[in-house]
């Protein structure tokens, strides 16, 4: 029997304003206009003779009958993007291998070494992408992501390609003030959004005297190594991100003390795309690169 489906610009109008609670963010998202969401979303309202959104004072909210029905219609959309990608997989030189990162390790780690895959692979070019949400399943448009965590992502499979260590960096001027941890005291401290990293780092270099909390902190760890660079304070570096600084003498280490941390990179992808040319090249050669 022909299957009764609700018109397609329909559910993808619903399925994003659902997902975001927002007409206005599906409209960003779709890339039109909040009015053809709401009108695309009431289209799909009258065909199934249920309200799918309400209000609760000045939020929106999901209708009982519209939050059964979003996990079911999210999943189809996610098959049929990543049956898509399979379909473009077959052929590696066909369109962009797009790779989502966090802005920090694409600057920092990523980008340098890029010129090395492509003389490798000259017929696939790459997308790098740094809206990566870091959980859930991957962007429809996105083939593989490097994401910084412990490898639990459900239904993606990971492979672990760096560990990393934390230790205090700074620029060599304000490196020449501080003797000893124990200078720490004077200094600014600099933090991203683990702030909770230095408190394990006193602990570690034996300290109990300094307010690990104190100090101005930056939403991505690619501005917290430029700051530290600038002379703005002493970061807690991470060890993939700041290597090719501390070995350019933009910064320096002033103490030996360092602590393993609880999170490593990883590349994840959808396991029925783990034998494609394209995710089996970019993986062989960023595991090569990662060793």
Known sequence: MPRRLPPLNSLRAFESAARQLSFTKAADELAVTQSAVSHQVAALE???????????????????????????????????????????????????????????????????????????????????????????????????????????WPGLTSVKILSEELYPVCAPKLGQQLKEPADLTKATLLHDELREDWSMWFKAAGLTTVDPARGPGFDDSGLLIQAAIEGLGVALGRSVLVKGDLEAGRLIRPFATAIPAESAFYLVYPPDLENTPKIKSFREWLVAAAA
């Open 46 to 152: 009258e065909w199934a003779g249920n309200p799918l959104f309400k209000r609760q004072g000045r939020q929106m909210v999901l209708t009982e009958a519209a939050a059964k029905f979003l996990p079911a219609i999210t999943l189809a959309f996610d098959q049929i993007a990543l049956a898509s990608r399979k379909l473009q997989a077959v052929d590696p030189s066909h369109g962009w291998l797009t790779v989502a990162v966090m802005p920090s390790f694409a600057a920092k780690w990523l980008v340098p070494r890029l010129a090395d895959f492509h003389d490798k692979n000259p017929d696939m070019d790459v997308w790098i992408a740094t809206f990566e949400a870091q959980t859930g399943a991957l962007a429809s448009d996105v083939d593989l992501a490097i994401r910084y965590g412990k490898g639990d």
